[in-house]
């Protein structure tokens, strides 16, 4: 009942920027968290950021000071602001999100198709 759909990957350099974004939509009464993962190939998938409904953010080391994670809560939208891109950062980047559908609801997680990232020369 409830889809993700992220937008923004592509092709930068080494150094450069992307902005990822990731909208929720369906039978959305609240979404608690909202966070970012990547699988690089040959990899598990790691947590890259998340943020809750009030505005709370965590990072994963390898990332704090360079990405920024966002959310929209009216738009229920999550952006992923990603700056100072290197190359090991190439992966395919996930959206999720814990739901309650309704007041009395119970919580259940969601997970975007993922968009590919690609830092390279």
């Known amino acids: 009942q409830v889809q993700l759909v992220e937008s923004g990957g592509g092709l930068v350099q080494p150094g450069g920027s992307l902005r990822l974004s990731c909208a929720a939509s369906?039978?959305?009464?609240?979404?608690?968290?909202m966070g970012w993962y990547r699988q690089a190939p040959g990899k598990q998938r790691e947590l890259v950021a998340t943020v809750s409904i009030g505005g709370n953010t965590n990072y994963a080391d390898s990332v704090k000071g360079r990405f920024t994670a966002a959310r929209h809560n009216a738009e229920n939208t999550v952006t992923l602001q990603m700056d100072i891109l290197k190359p090991e950062e190439t992966a395919i980047y996930y959206c999720?999100?814990?739901?309650?559908?309704?007041?009395?609801?119970?919580?259940?997680?969601?997970w975007g198709q993922g968009t590919q990232v690609t830092v390279s020369s």
């Open positions: 369906g039978s959305i009464f609240r979404i608690n968290v």
């Open positions: 999720s999100a814990n739901v309650m559908a309704s007041w009395h609801g119970e919580v259940q997680t969601y």
